[in-house]
């Protein structure tokens, strides 16, 4: 059992260039996570999703959007990337309201 | 708000000392509280969680938590540090449906 995957490990991309970072977890979870890790910030909720065909805003979501047209996957998009969103990024999933959030190795992102 | 409080960026411990991490939460109701450890270039991972019962709580390679609602704390503990916990831990506080609100951190180190 993998738990949670994503693709790529990590990402150098020149500022303005559309990036989709991929999440894909084999436990079944209903929700799914992504978060962004910056030094003495913790980690940021950007995007959630409950349940498949829902997501919802978290704390930073300006400049990202995400997709849930199945339990597995959870894409991440940058539309048109900024060096401000050069960041470590998690994608976690959890499988009952207010439960344990698994994470997946996460994806480093340098934006140029 | 809701918010997590982790008061110290970083604790240097000797090997086999005692150790206290300090976690302070805002939350409006009774709260979920997590603990989870993050070794260098690795995702995180679960030590332990609150949800109701005992205040004490056990959790993964020797720690502990303990969870005071009238200090709004949740402080982990393990009586003798090993070198191999040298790593950053995050406490992190239920925030609603799944969503979790994370403290900045506390980096451990440990001195042989």
């Known amino acids: 059992i993998a738990g949670i995957t994503q693709a790529p490990t990590s990402q150098i991309l020149a500022a303005g260039r559309r990036m989709t970072l991929r999440c894909t977890q084999d436990?079944?979870?209903?929700?799914m996570y992504w978060y962004r890790q910056d030094l003495g910030l913790g980690l940021r909720l950007i995007h959630y999703?409950?349940?498949?065909?829902?997501?919802g805003k978290g704390e930073v979501p300006d400049g990202y959007s995400v997709s849930r047209a199945n339990t597995d996957d959870f894409p991440l998009t940058l539309a048109s990337a900024v060096p401000s969103q050069t960041s470590v990024y998690f994608c976690?999933?959890?499988?009952?309201?207010?439960?344990?959030?698994?994470f997946g190795p996460g994806t480093r992102l340098t934006v140029l | 708000a809701q918010s997590v409080t982790q008061p110290d960026i970083h604790i240097t411990v000797s090997e086999g000392a005692s150790l206290e991490l300090r976690c302070n939460y805002s939350?409006?109701?009774?709260?979920?509280l997590f603990w989870y450890v993050q070794s260098p270039g690795q995702g995180l991972q679960l030590l332990l969680k609150?949800?109701?019962?005992?205040?004490l709580v056990q959790g993964i390679k020797g720690f502990e938590a303990e969870f005071k609602r009238s200090q709004s704390s949740f402080n982990l503990r393990k009586p003798s540090v090993h070198w191999s916990d040298a790593a950053e831990y995050f406490c992190?506080?239920?925030?609603?449906?799944?969503?979790?609100?994370f403290g900045a951190g506390t980096r451990l180190a440990v001195h042989p």
């Open positions: 976690a999933s959890s499988d009952i309201p207010s439960g344990e959030q698994f």
């Open positions: 436990m079944r979870h209903n929700a």
């Open positions: 999703s409950n349940t498949a065909g829902t997501t």
């Open positions: 939350y409006g109701a009774t709260p979920y």
């Open positions: 609150y949800f109701s019962g005992d205040t």
């Open positions: 992190a506080v239920g925030g609603g449906y799944n969503k979790l609100i």
